[in-house]
């Protein structure tokens, strides 16, 4: 019988968008194309890196595209599908409900 995943914690949804975030930052046209698209310059970017609406954001945007989200999957040994229910717990941690629970 297949057992199920457990449901991330906030911390370790954290770690996951924080190196997410690390790796649009190593990419120049990666990390200008998330800024374009949130809207979020860099000081912004720099000063709220960590804060959980960012990291949200962060998330979303890989969950927008899927090209993205298995690059950076396979070059962080990371199950893709271990990203959404991250982005689950991380919005639920800042008292987000989701239809997803």
């Known amino acids: 019988m297949a ?3 457990q449901k991330p914690t906030a ?5 996951l968008a924080l190196t997410a975030l690390a790796f649009l930052a190593e990419d120049g046209p990666r990390l200008g194309r998330f800024l374009a698209l949130t809207g979020i310059d860099p000081d912004q970017l720099r000063a709220a890196a960590d ?3 960012t990291l949200l954001a962060v998330l979303d945007y890989f969950l927008g595209d899927e ?7 396979a070059s962080n040994g990371v199950a893709p599908d271990t990203v959404f229910p991250a982005r689950v717990a991380l919005a639920h941690s800042v008292g ?6």
């Open 96 to 101: 987000i409900e989701t239809a997803y629970d």
């Open 3 to 5: 057992t199920r995943a």
């Open 11 to 15: 911390e370790t949804a954290t770690t």
């Open 51 to 53: 804060a959980p609406e």
């Open 67 to 73: 090209s993205l989200l298995l690059v950076f999957t």
